[in-house]
């Protein structure tokens, strides 16, 4: 969280892992990150046994999870609250799964693009731009359980549509 005095959004960058990877698990469980540019960005990550859960993020000018070019299996019990993007996928492995995501108050809840990605009980409420956003070159989009988008008050960005798809190269 942010150290200053009053508290704004983006006073700091945020966690940031870049080319990481290996063997053995990654953990990322019970994390609150807030009033930051971005929450978590993995750019060039591959772990092969990823535990990335019970997350919270709040008051981010930039997405709430970020992950490019990289392998995270699964992702799940993830709360964001006032963010620019709740989940931004670019460009990452196939098989991804986004479980009990929860995205309030964002410009775009979940953004994919390059990636393929399995949605499952996920809820994004309160969006100014797009629900559920998909862009680019996309091996596959599966909802599985449900994926709830719903406008119950008008976001700070605006009220939004709940899914585009923008068919790229």
Known sequence: TSNRTPRATGDWTGIWIEGAGGDGPAVFDNCVTEYAQSGIVFNNVNFFSPI????????????????TNSTIGQMQDVKVTTAGTGVALTNSMSGMVLRRVKATDVTTGIRVSGSAVTLEADTVQD??????????????????????MTQVQPSRYGTGTGVRV????
């Open 52 to 67: 990335v859960s019970s997350l919270t993020f709040r008051n981010l000018s930039g997405a709430a999870l970020d992950v």
């Open 127 to 148: 969006f100014g731009s797009f629900g559920v956003e998909v862009t680019g070159t996309v091996s596959s989009v599966q909802i599985q359980g449900g994926c709830l």
């Open 166 to 169: 923008v068919s790229g190269g």
